[in-house]
């Protein structure tokens, strides 16, 4: 399935716009602010029911306009019209005109891997972005993670809704402990496929990294979870004053960190910015493989600006890697035509090109 016409109407700053894609390499080419950045977003949105950025919906409305739309049509084997609208603070996607009962329905129909200048944030900030990237990876290729990160959300904002409604008063432990079994099977559950998935990841991204870097230092990932240390139960329940104290919930899955790491130090602190970067890409192609194991399927490549950030070289190796096996379908932007041109100039695939502007 690859998608072949985009439609966008009122998002961010496209008020009205349709591209036609091949099942091949695409580039978007156009100036810095025109929106490149902002279709592949849409294209994310299509796949993932949110943005890649902003988890705002009502941000993502063109200014002044009340709702947004994104219609995709995918060809391939199973043909299917995607149809997501925003308005009035509510979401819904429709399949072939049909409304799904649940956005979660959607997910998972379509892989997607995207690979833009911002990733830098994955290594740079909090621990929030490293535990999106497990869940994208996660979530696009198993509903049930899906669902059980979904009610373990609810379950810790109500249980966080009474600690601070408590204001660090005494808790009956009973009451705190009701709100602890609901965050308990969903949590111990998703550690559990956190745990599994980075193990598996590792297969894909060591080699990779070594492949991009030509470097001899050895890539580490790490997956810390208070959940390795003992039961959640037991690691929830031994918190109680601690959380009263704090009026949140301080330890359980939503703390989840991977640590990075080049020859068993810190890449944040002793990275270079080309290690970093390759890096980054490394994490991203891995993921790429990752889909690809499990569904056997090629997921759709968004590859914001790449050539802009990367010394050509790593660049040439990064298209030569993705399509190692099999290219699948490929939305590039870029500020210069003739650069992603050259780029791509021996690789045998269709392509087409927008200018966009
Ligand atoms: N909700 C919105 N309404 C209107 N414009 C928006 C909205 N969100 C973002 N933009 C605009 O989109 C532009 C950036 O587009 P972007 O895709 O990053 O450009 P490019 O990648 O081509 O450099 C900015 O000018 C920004 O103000
Ligand atoms: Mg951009």
Known sequence: MYLSKLQLFQFKNHNELSLEFCNGINTITGANGIGKTNILDAVHYLANAKSYFNGIDSQIIQHQQTFFTIKGKFDGEM??????????????????????????????????????????DLVLSGSEERRKFIDLSLCQI??????????????????????????????????????????????????AKRKEFIEKFLEFFVPIYKDLSQGKETPELQYESTLSEGSFADILYNNHRIDSAAQRTTFGIHKDDLQFNLDGLPLKKFGSQGQIKCFIIALKLAQYRYF????????????????????ADRAQRLIELVGETSFGQILITDTHASRVETHFSSIKAEKLHHQIG
Do not use: W
């Open 142 to 191: 198993d509903a049930a993670y899906l669902q059980n990160l979904s009610i373990y959300k609810k379950s810790l904002d109500q249980r966080n809704a009474l600690l601070k409604n408590m204001q660090g008063r005494f808790i009956d432990p009973d009451l705190l402990g009701s709100f602890d079994s609901k965050l308990i099977p969903t949590g111990e559950l998703i550690y």
């Open 292 to 311: 690809q194991s499990v569904t056997q399927k090629c997921p759709l490549l968004l590859l914001d600006d790449i050539f802009e950030k990367i010394d």
């Open 79 to 120: 043909p299917a019209e995607i149809l997501v609208q925003f308005e009035s603070g509510k979401k819904t996607i429709k399949k072939n005109d049909k409304p799904y009962p649940r956005l979660l329905d959607h997910i998972g129909l379509i892989q997607t891997v995207f690979i833009t200048p911002y990733d830098i």
